[in-house]
Protein backbone atom coordinates (compact mmCIF):
# COMPACT_ATOMS: atom_id res chain seq x y z
CA UNK A 1 0.00 0.00 0.00
CA UNK A 2 2.57 2.47 1.00
CA UNK A 3 4.46 1.97 -2.12
CA UNK A 4 1.37 2.11 -4.48
CA UNK A 5 0.60 5.74 -2.38
CA UNK A 6 3.96 7.23 -3.42
CA UNK A 7 3.46 6.19 -7.41
CA UNK A 8 0.21 8.09 -6.59
CA UNK A 9 1.58 10.56 -4.82
CA UNK A 10 4.80 11.22 -8.11
CA UNK A 11 1.97 10.72 -11.00
CA UNK A 12 -0.18 13.50 -9.88
CA UNK A 13 2.62 15.91 -8.39
CA UNK A 14 3.91 15.73 -11.41
CA UNK A 15 0.80 16.21 -13.95
CA UNK A 16 -0.22 19.21 -11.44
CA UNK A 17 3.36 20.86 -11.78
CA UNK A 18 3.80 20.30 -15.69
CA UNK A 19 0.13 21.97 -16.69
CA UNK A 20 0.98 24.89 -14.69
CA UNK A 21 4.71 25.46 -15.27
CA UNK A 22 3.47 25.30 -19.35
CA UNK A 23 0.50 27.95 -18.60
CA UNK A 24 2.99 29.99 -17.18
CA UNK A 25 5.81 30.05 -19.89
CA UNK A 26 3.51 29.85 -22.68
CA UNK A 27 3.11 33.72 -22.77
CA UNK A 28 6.21 34.70 -21.61
CA UNK A 29 8.46 32.72 -24.20
CA UNK A 30 6.28 33.08 -27.36
CA UNK A 31 3.94 36.39 -26.64
CA UNK A 32 0.23 36.39 -26.56
CA UNK A 33 0.30 35.51 -30.45
CA UNK A 34 -1.28 32.01 -32.07
CA UNK A 35 1.06 29.35 -32.58
CA UNK A 36 -1.79 27.01 -34.41
CA UNK A 37 0.32 23.93 -34.39
CA UNK A 38 2.11 24.58 -30.96
CA UNK A 39 -0.90 25.56 -28.66
CA UNK A 40 -2.89 21.98 -30.20
CA UNK A 41 -0.33 19.94 -29.44
CA UNK A 42 -0.05 21.50 -25.51
CA UNK A 43 -3.69 21.29 -25.92
CA UNK A 44 -3.97 17.88 -26.30
CA UNK A 45 -0.56 17.32 -23.95
CA UNK A 46 -2.41 19.40 -21.06
CA UNK A 47 -5.84 17.48 -21.41
CA UNK A 48 -4.51 14.25 -21.08
CA UNK A 49 -2.81 15.23 -17.76
CA UNK A 50 -5.82 17.17 -16.35
CA UNK A 51 -7.12 13.23 -16.35
CA UNK A 52 -4.41 11.86 -15.43
CA UNK A 53 -4.45 14.22 -12.75
CA UNK A 54 -8.11 13.85 -12.02
CA UNK A 55 -8.09 10.04 -12.06
CA UNK A 56 -4.29 9.76 -9.91
CA UNK A 57 -6.21 12.41 -7.13
CA UNK A 58 -9.38 9.73 -6.88
CA UNK A 59 -6.52 6.88 -6.32
CA UNK A 60 -5.13 9.02 -3.87
CA UNK A 61 -7.96 9.19 -1.58
CA UNK A 62 -8.73 5.96 -1.79
CA UNK A 63 -5.21 4.43 -0.66
CA UNK A 64 -5.37 7.45 1.99
CA UNK A 65 -8.96 5.95 3.24
CA UNK A 66 -7.57 2.11 2.97
CA UNK A 67 -4.49 3.17 4.67
CA UNK A 68 -6.07 5.25 7.58
CA UNK A 69 -8.66 2.34 8.25
CA UNK A 70 -6.29 -0.57 7.24
CA UNK A 71 -8.30 -2.11 5.11
CA UNK A 72 -8.61 -2.09 1.43
CA UNK A 73 -12.34 -2.60 1.23
CA UNK A 74 -12.73 0.75 3.65
CA UNK A 75 -11.93 2.13 -0.03
CA UNK A 76 -14.79 1.28 -1.78
CA UNK A 77 -16.94 1.91 1.68
CA UNK A 78 -18.97 5.06 0.30
CA UNK A 79 -19.61 6.11 4.62
CA UNK A 80 -15.79 5.69 5.00
CA UNK A 81 -14.69 8.03 2.94
CA UNK A 82 -17.33 10.56 2.99
CA UNK A 83 -15.85 10.46 6.66
CA UNK A 84 -12.55 11.37 6.00
CA UNK A 85 -13.75 13.80 3.67
CA UNK A 86 -15.65 15.45 6.46
CA UNK A 87 -13.30 14.70 9.76
CA UNK A 88 -9.56 15.47 8.04
CA UNK A 89 -8.00 17.99 7.40
CA UNK A 90 -6.62 16.35 4.13
CA UNK A 91 -10.07 15.23 3.56
CA UNK A 92 -11.41 18.49 3.66
CA UNK A 93 -8.34 20.00 1.45
CA UNK A 94 -8.86 17.45 -0.93
CA UNK A 95 -12.28 17.96 -1.67
CA UNK A 96 -11.63 20.87 -3.36
CA UNK A 97 -8.63 20.00 -4.73
CA UNK A 98 -10.22 17.10 -6.91
CA UNK A 99 -13.75 20.10 -8.03
CA UNK A 100 -10.77 22.01 -9.16
CA UNK A 101 -8.94 18.97 -10.86
CA UNK A 102 -12.71 18.34 -12.36
CA UNK A 103 -13.11 22.32 -13.65
CA UNK A 104 -9.83 22.37 -15.22
CA UNK A 105 -10.76 18.82 -17.24
CA UNK A 106 -13.88 20.91 -18.46
CA UNK A 107 -12.13 23.98 -19.10
CA UNK A 108 -9.70 22.29 -21.39
CA UNK A 109 -12.49 20.49 -23.13
CA UNK A 110 -14.23 23.73 -23.97
CA UNK A 111 -11.76 25.01 -24.64
CA UNK A 112 -11.90 28.50 -22.32
CA UNK A 113 -7.86 29.49 -22.45
CA UNK A 114 -8.55 32.54 -20.13
CA UNK A 115 -9.34 29.86 -17.38
CA UNK A 116 -6.75 27.72 -17.15
CA UNK A 117 -3.28 29.72 -15.26
CA UNK A 118 -6.07 30.32 -12.44
CA UNK A 119 -7.37 27.11 -12.03
CA UNK A 120 -3.72 25.54 -12.44
CA UNK A 121 -2.78 28.05 -10.06
CA UNK A 122 -5.18 26.89 -7.39
CA UNK A 123 -4.97 23.09 -8.35
CA UNK A 124 -1.02 23.12 -7.51
CA UNK A 125 -1.36 25.30 -4.44
CA UNK A 126 -4.55 23.27 -2.83
CA UNK A 127 -1.14 20.83 -3.09
CA UNK A 128 1.00 22.52 -0.53
CA UNK A 129 -1.24 21.23 2.87
CA UNK A 130 -0.98 17.88 1.81
CA UNK A 131 2.02 15.94 3.48
CA UNK A 132 4.91 17.39 5.77
CA UNK A 133 3.12 21.00 5.26
CA UNK A 134 -0.20 20.11 7.56
CA UNK A 135 2.45 19.19 10.52
CA UNK A 136 2.57 22.18 12.48
CA UNK A 137 -0.45 24.47 13.42
CA UNK A 138 -1.38 27.94 13.99
CA UNK A 139 0.53 30.37 12.60
CA UNK A 140 3.89 28.43 12.37
CA UNK A 141 1.69 25.85 10.16
CA UNK A 142 0.25 29.33 7.94
CA UNK A 143 3.14 30.42 7.34
CA UNK A 144 5.17 26.58 6.52
CA UNK A 145 2.07 25.67 4.11
CA UNK A 146 2.69 29.25 2.18
CA UNK A 147 6.19 28.79 2.08
CA UNK A 148 5.31 25.24 0.32
CA UNK A 149 3.00 26.83 -2.11
CA UNK A 150 6.18 29.24 -3.36
CA UNK A 151 8.57 25.75 -3.41
CA UNK A 152 5.97 23.76 -5.67
CA UNK A 153 5.34 27.18 -7.73
CA UNK A 154 9.14 27.47 -8.29
CA UNK A 155 9.33 23.70 -8.47
CA UNK A 156 6.34 23.82 -11.68
CA UNK A 157 7.28 27.00 -13.34
CA UNK A 158 10.45 24.84 -14.30
CA UNK A 159 9.52 22.25 -15.13
CA UNK A 160 6.66 22.81 -17.03
CA UNK A 161 9.38 25.72 -18.55
CA UNK A 162 11.21 22.86 -19.66
CA UNK A 163 8.42 20.66 -21.05
CA UNK A 164 7.54 23.72 -23.25
CA UNK A 165 10.92 23.80 -24.45
CA UNK A 166 11.69 20.79 -25.32
CA UNK A 167 7.72 20.90 -27.90
CA UNK A 168 9.49 24.24 -29.16
CA UNK A 169 12.71 22.33 -29.57
CA UNK A 170 10.97 19.65 -31.44
CA UNK A 171 9.70 21.85 -34.49
CA UNK A 172 12.12 24.77 -34.42
CA UNK A 173 11.48 26.41 -37.75
CA UNK A 174 9.27 29.82 -37.24
CA UNK A 175 10.69 29.96 -33.64
CA UNK A 176 13.60 32.15 -32.96
CA UNK A 177 15.63 29.86 -30.05
CA UNK A 178 18.23 32.09 -28.86
CA UNK A 179 16.07 35.00 -27.14
CA UNK A 180 13.62 32.00 -26.36
CA UNK A 181 16.40 30.45 -24.46
CA UNK A 182 17.44 33.69 -22.94
CA UNK A 183 14.25 34.65 -21.60
CA UNK A 184 14.11 31.06 -20.12
CA UNK A 185 17.37 31.42 -18.62
CA UNK A 186 16.72 35.05 -17.23
CA UNK A 187 13.39 33.80 -15.41
CA UNK A 188 15.49 29.88 -14.68
CA UNK A 189 17.71 31.69 -12.04
CA UNK A 190 14.86 33.71 -9.66
CA UNK A 191 13.19 30.25 -10.23
CA UNK A 192 16.05 28.39 -8.86
CA UNK A 193 17.32 30.84 -6.31
CA UNK A 194 13.63 30.81 -4.93
CA UNK A 195 13.91 27.30 -4.77
CA UNK A 196 16.72 26.75 -2.86
CA UNK A 197 15.39 28.94 -0.05
CA UNK A 198 11.83 27.51 0.22
CA UNK A 199 13.43 24.56 0.14
CA UNK A 200 15.77 24.97 3.24
CA UNK A 201 13.26 26.91 4.97
CA UNK A 202 11.27 23.43 4.64
CA UNK A 203 13.97 21.62 6.01
CA UNK A 204 14.99 23.80 8.64
CA UNK A 205 11.55 23.77 10.03
CA UNK A 206 10.61 20.41 9.56
CA UNK A 207 13.95 18.18 11.16
CA UNK A 208 15.21 21.30 13.39
CA UNK A 209 18.76 21.60 11.44
CA UNK A 210 20.08 22.81 8.38
CA UNK A 211 20.31 19.44 7.11
CA UNK A 212 19.02 16.26 8.58
CA UNK A 213 21.28 13.66 10.35
CA UNK A 214 22.23 11.00 9.65
CA UNK A 215 23.38 11.55 6.29
CA UNK A 216 22.98 8.45 4.80
CA UNK A 217 19.67 7.08 6.35
CA UNK A 218 15.67 7.51 5.53
CA UNK A 219 14.53 10.86 4.85
CA UNK A 220 18.38 12.43 4.98
CA UNK A 221 19.02 10.33 2.38
CA UNK A 222 16.24 10.79 0.03
CA UNK A 223 16.71 14.52 0.31
CA UNK A 224 20.34 14.44 -0.24
CA UNK A 225 19.12 12.26 -3.61
CA UNK A 226 17.09 15.00 -4.25
CA UNK A 227 19.62 17.55 -3.72
CA UNK A 228 21.82 15.79 -5.87
CA UNK A 229 19.43 16.01 -8.71
CA UNK A 230 18.42 19.55 -9.00
CA UNK A 231 21.76 20.43 -8.95
CA UNK A 232 22.75 18.48 -12.08
CA UNK A 233 19.24 20.31 -13.62
CA UNK A 234 20.98 23.67 -12.37
CA UNK A 235 24.44 22.73 -14.21
CA UNK A 236 22.92 21.72 -17.18
CA UNK A 237 20.65 24.89 -16.97
CA UNK A 238 23.92 27.17 -16.47
CA UNK A 239 25.55 25.00 -19.32
CA UNK A 240 22.82 26.00 -22.04
CA UNK A 241 23.03 29.46 -20.74
CA UNK A 242 27.00 29.88 -21.78
CA UNK A 243 26.43 28.39 -24.69
CA UNK A 244 22.71 30.15 -25.87
CA UNK A 245 24.98 32.33 -28.99
CA UNK A 246 24.49 30.42 -32.18
CA UNK A 247 22.23 27.86 -30.66
CA UNK A 248 20.34 27.22 -33.80
CA UNK A 249 23.33 25.12 -35.20
CA UNK A 250 22.85 22.90 -32.56
CA UNK A 251 19.67 22.00 -32.23
CA UNK A 252 20.18 18.09 -31.64
CA UNK A 253 22.29 18.56 -29.19
CA UNK A 254 20.25 21.31 -27.07
CA UNK A 255 17.26 19.05 -27.12
CA UNK A 256 18.95 16.32 -25.70
CA UNK A 257 20.21 18.74 -22.50
CA UNK A 258 17.05 19.90 -22.07
CA UNK A 259 15.06 16.30 -22.15
CA UNK A 260 18.17 15.05 -19.68
CA UNK A 261 17.32 18.52 -17.76
CA UNK A 262 13.15 17.63 -17.87
CA UNK A 263 14.02 14.11 -16.58
CA UNK A 264 16.23 14.88 -13.71
CA UNK A 265 13.53 17.31 -12.47
CA UNK A 266 11.34 14.35 -12.71
CA UNK A 267 13.59 12.00 -11.20
CA UNK A 268 13.13 14.98 -8.23
CA UNK A 269 9.58 15.02 -8.03
CA UNK A 270 9.65 11.19 -7.56
CA UNK A 271 12.27 11.49 -4.31
CA UNK A 272 9.89 14.10 -2.96
CA UNK A 273 6.53 11.98 -3.36
CA UNK A 274 9.19 9.50 -1.24
CA UNK A 275 10.17 11.71 1.10
CA UNK A 276 6.22 13.17 1.89
CA UNK A 277 5.74 9.56 3.32
CA UNK A 278 8.54 9.28 5.52
CA UNK A 279 9.02 10.94 9.51
CA UNK A 280 11.68 14.62 8.79
CA UNK A 281 13.12 13.32 12.21
CA UNK A 282 11.70 16.69 13.88
CA UNK A 283 14.05 17.49 17.04
CA UNK A 284 12.73 19.39 19.72
CA UNK A 285 13.69 22.50 20.48
Not at 3 to 12: A, E, N, Q, S
Not at 30 to 52: E, F, K
Request: proline share 5%; charged share 10%.
Amino acid sequence: MATLLVLCRFVHFVVVLLMFGACVFRPWLLGTGAQPALDRQLLRINRGLAWVGLLSGVAWLLLITASMAGSWDAALQPATVQLLLGKTFFGQVWVWHLLLNLLLVMVLAKPWPALRLPLTALLLATLAPVGHGAMLDGLSGQLLILNQVVHLVCVGAWLGGLLLLVLILRQPQGFALEPILRRFSGVGYGLVAGLLVTGLINVRVLTGQLWPTPLFNGFALILLIKAMLVLGMLALALLNRLRVERCEDRVGALKTSVMVEWLLGVSAVAAVSLLGTLPPMVIPH
